[in-house]
């Protein structure tokens, strides 16, 4: 029987994306979710196993850990996509915020990692850790600074985990920039997000989908970043 993939955040946007196609792909997929939401219910209906987890907290990271290793023992990969996009401007607590990025981002998958790593040992094959980073790892963001130094700590991890699991687990990132919309985004703003990529298109969800198969699928790509950025870093 194929072991299940972890996916962080899978209820919504990107996370959701790629947990719907896994399951059409008849692969075993577990999914956490922080809110109550149709889509929940939906991946359950279509087979996935579904965690409620709060990853702000130490406690939250611990009690999805053990449900994980309740559930199963072992993983094909782990997608590590559950995020927040607070920003200083939403805040007055900037230490909070910055605690709060770090935690989600960094401190969760870095935990996650290490706590789950045996699950990942095969007897046969590669298995995965996918970071969902952001196009801002490497370029900054002056309206959510703190999102970005956790999204580049990410990155870091990938780096690490990449050499601390070697040969058995492949660890990479897929690092987008636009590739949806929010339903509440206005017009003047989609036609002033779009001029700044190259190709000046908003994908959707599925080049990050076609990514993260790319990804389970190599053989020989490891500590490496796929950037969906439509050449946003040549503008």
Same mark, same amino acid.
């Given at each position: 029987m194929t072991a299940p993939i972890l996916i962080t955040g899978g209820a919504q946007r990107l996370g959701l994306a790629i947990a719907k196609d896994l399951l059409r792909q008849n692969i075993p997929v577990i999914i956490t979710y922080r809110s109550e939401k149709p889509s929940v219910t939906e991946l359950i209906a279509s087979?996935?196993?579904?965690?409620?987890?709060?990853?702000? =907290?130490?406690?939250?990271? +611990?009690?999805?850990?053990? $449900?994980?290793?309740?559930?199963?023992? /072992?993983?094909?990969?782990?997608?590590?996509?559950a995020s927040d996009w607070d920003q200083e401007s939403g805040s007055d607590d900037y230490d909070a915020l910055f605690n709060k990025?770090?935690?989600v981002h960094a401190k969760t998958p870095y935990r996650i990692n290490l706590a789950l790593q045996e699950l990942l040992n095969q007897p046969s094959g590669f298995t995965d850790i996918i970071?969902? =980073?952001?196009?801002?790892? +490497?370029?900054?963001?002056? $309206?959510?600074?703190?999102?970005?130094? /956790?999204?580049?700590a990410l990155h870091n991890l990938t780096l690490s985990f990449s050499a601390l699991l070697a040969p058995k687990v492949k660890v990479n990132s897929v690092a987008p920039a636009l590739v949806m919309f929010n339903e509440g985004d206005s017009e003047e703003y989609r036609a002033k997000a779009l001029q700044k990529s190259l190709l000046q298109t908003c994908p959707g969800s599925s080049e990050a989908?076609?990514?993260?198969?790319?990804?389970?699928?190599?053989?020989?790509?490891?500590?490496?970043?796929?950037?969906?950025?439509?050449?946003r870093h040549l503008k």
């Open positions: 087979g996935a196993h579904a965690i409620h987890a709060d990853f702000a =907290t130490k406690k939250g990271v +611990d009690a999805c850990i053990n $449900k994980v290793r309740e559930h199963t023992q /072992s993983l094909r990969a782990i997608v590590h996509n990025m770090m935690q970071h969902m =980073t952001d196009f801002v790892q +490497d370029k900054g963001s002056k $309206k959510h600074i703190a999102y970005a130094a /956790s999204k580049a989908v076609k990514a993260v198969n790319y990804l389970l699928n190599s053989e020989y790509i490891t500590g490496q970043t796929l950037h969906l950025n439509g050449g």
